[in-house]
């Protein structure tokens, strides 16, 4: 059974920074690949960040720069160090991984989420 716990959110000013930590359980596997969504009221989803087995990144346009995506392999954990936050940046994130592949991921776990909240 997978399952991805979710950290680390909470409350900050504008121009703060945060990190959110995501511990994965129940598999492990040389080949995946795992991701930091987020879902503000009213909006639609978003992939905010994502990296696979083979250290590839990829960031959305409005964080790149300020987020940074990282996997401790040996604590099987997922990070996302938020930095310079706006009231943009208001969301509950999620944690999500796909256990099989490195590209063309389907995201088919989830976290249950954490929310984060920028004040200005």
């Known amino acids: 059974q997978v399952q991805l716990v979710e950290s680390g959110g909470g409350s900050v000013r504008a121009g703060g920074s945060m990190r959110l930590s995501c511990a994965a359980s129940?598999?492990?596997?040389?080949?995946?690949?795992m991701a930091w969504f987020r879902q503000a009221p009213g909006k639609d989803r978003e992939t905010v960040a994502s990296?696979?087995?083979?250290?590839?990144?990829n960031y959305a346009s409005s964080v790149k720069g300020r987020f940074t995506i990282s996997l401790d392999n040996a604590k099987n954990t997922l990070h996302l160090q938020m930095n310079t936050l706006t009231p943009e940046d208001t969301a509950m994130y999620y944690c999500?991984?796909?256990?099989?592949?490195?590209?063309?991921?389907?995201?088919?776990?989830w976290g249950q989420g954490t929310q984060v909240t920028v004040s200005s």
């Open positions: 129940g598999r492990t596997v040389s080949t995946y690949c």
């Open positions: 999500a991984a796909d256990f099989g592949r490195s590209y063309a991921c389907l995201y088919n776990y």
């Open positions: 990296i696979n087995n083979e250290g590839s990144t």
